[in-house]
């Protein structure tokens, strides 16, 4: 058997040495969104836990830009040797359907190791709003078509596309304001300029449970663990569901024991309670996958986005 797996990996063009002794130097772990984003500080607990199981430092860095799509095209364009990987975001299939060209191929230009977690959105308002269910606030939209608008931190991102599903599904007239940043439509909402904020539950979360907002509803189709005391969007719009998910890829081509090694190592480190505790802290829920599965997952994700832009009439950015 063991000159058997050998010849598996002499086949895949990896020497037995890469196959046994990987990783043999610290490994790169890209994030593409700045410092104390759930994005980044999932990145770093799962980093820092990858580290003390593979022998080697995995380093988190943040390289900013395009809304992830620069640490996007660089992991593309690294040597596929399992030195350089990334931590993929929601933007990442959204981008996939809203932009009319990126640097890299979303599909065949990487290699997918697993999913690290998923989380619903979150419809929230404030504390003192009027709207006290999402069904008060649909029923307001209606009888004021036009006038309700809702933020989102840009043109594309998965809040607009959410938003723009829920308004065809719930049938209603809602206009979008698109922003530059996350921080922006928190403060339009906790303002008052605007009622209904749509946002990550790993986002929201700290600001509902401290106060500021009252949630709505979740966008996933069953209720979250973290609010179980708030219905979903589907009890009021049926069949809506969205939700987001991060994960951990590298470059087309990553040697078979290379992806087999780091996905050992995701499952180990998701299976620890204290990751399954502070998890729960943002909102969200440890899943590892197989590398197929992770594939799938971008696929299905990447076309549902895709459906919203044409059914909605969505300008390619």
Same mark, same amino acid.
Do not use: C
């Given at each position: 058997m063991?000159?058997?797996?050998?010849?598996?990996?002499?086949?895949l063009?990896?020497?037995?040495?890469?196959?046994?002794?990987?990783?043999l130097?610290p490994?790169?772990l890209?994030?593409?969104?700045?410092?104390?984003?759930?994005?980044?500080?999932v990145?770093r607990?799962?980093?820092?836990?990858?580290?003390?199981?593979?022998?080697?430092?995995?380093?988190?860095?943040?390289?900013?830009?395009?809304?992830?799509?620069?640490?996007?095209?660089?992991?593309?364009?690294?040597a596929?040797?399992?030195?350089?990987?990334?931590?993929?975001?929601?933007?990442?299939?959204?981008?996939?359907?809203?932009m009319?060209?990126?640097?890299?191929?979303?599909?065949?230009?990487f290699?997918?190791?697993?999913?690290?977690?998923t989380?619903?959105?979150?419809?929230?308002?404030?504390?003192?709003?009027?709207?006290?269910?999402?069904?008060?606030?649909?029923?307001?939209?209606k009888?004021?078509?036009?006038k309700?608008?809702?933020?989102?931190?840009?043109?594309?991102?998965?809040?607009?596309?959410?938003g723009?599903?829920?308004?065809s599904m719930?049938?209603?007239?809602?206009?979008?304001?698109?922003?530059?940043?996350?921080?922006?439509?928190?403060t339009?909402?906790?303002?008052?300029?605007?009622?209904?904020?749509i946002?990550?539950?790993?986002?929201?979360?700290p600001?509902i449970?401290?106060?500021?907002? &009252?949630? /709505? *509803?979740?966008t996933?189709l069953? #209720?979250?663990?973290a609010?179980? !005391?708030?219905?979903?969007? @589907?009890? =009021?719009?049926?069949?809506?569901?969205?939700?987001?998910?991060?994960?951990?890829?590298?470059?087309?081509?990553?040697?078979?024991?290379?992806?087999?090694?780091?996905?050992?190592?995701?499952? &180990?480190? /998701? *299976?620890?309670p204290?990751?399954? #505790?502070?998890?729960?802290?943002? !909102?969200?829920?440890?899943? @590892?996958? =197989?590398?197929?599965?992770?594939?799938?997952?971008?696929?299905?994700?990447?076309?549902?986005?895709?459906?919203?832009?044409?059914?909605?009439?969505?300008?390619?950015q």
């Amino acid at each position: 058997m063991k000159h058997a797996a050998l010849a598996l990996v002499a086949a895949l063009g990896v020497s037995p040495a890469l196959a046994q002794d990987y990783p043999l130097r610290p490994v790169r772990l890209l994030i593409g969104f700045p410092t104390g984003g759930n994005v980044d500080v999932v990145g770093r607990m799962v980093a820092l836990k990858m580290s003390e199981g593979l022998g080697q430092q995995v380093l988190p860095e943040n390289r900013t830009g395009a809304g992830s799509i620069i640490a996007n095209d660089h992991v593309a364009k690294s040597a596929a040797d399992g030195y350089t990987l990334l931590v993929v975001s929601g933007a990442f299939v959204t981008q996939a359907a809203t932009m009319r060209k990126l640097p890299y191929d979303p599909l065949r230009d990487f290699s997918w190791i697993s999913t690290l977690m998923t989380y619903p959105l979150v419809f929230s308002v404030r504390t003192d709003s009027r709207f006290r269910s999402l069904g008060e606030f649909i029923a307001f939209v209606k009888s004021h078509p036009g006038k309700v608008n809702y933020p989102s931190p840009g043109m594309g991102t998965l809040y607009h596309l959410a938003g723009e599903m829920f308004v065809s599904m719930a049938g209603i007239d809602m206009q979008h304001v698109p922003f530059r940043g996350g921080a922006e439509p928190l403060t339009e909402v906790l303002s008052g300029r605007m009622e209904l904020l749509i946002d990550a539950l790993t986002n929201s979360y700290p600001h509902i449970q401290g106060g500021k907002f &009252r949630a /709505l *509803a979740v966008t996933s189709l069953e #209720r979250s663990a973290a609010l179980p !005391g708030v219905p979903t969007v @589907a009890d =009021s719009v049926p069949g809506y569901e969205a939700s987001s998910f991060l994960g951990i890829a590298g470059p087309a081509g990553l040697p078979a024991p290379v992806v087999e090694r780091l996905n050992g190592e995701v499952r &180990r480190v /998701l *299976a620890l309670p204290e990751i399954g #505790r502070r998890f729960a802290e943002w !909102g969200g829920t440890p899943g @590892a996958s =197989s590398p197929e599965e992770m594939r799938r997952h971008i696929e299905a994700e990447i076309a549902q986005w895709k459906h919203v832009v044409t059914a909605r009439n969505i300008e390619l950015q």
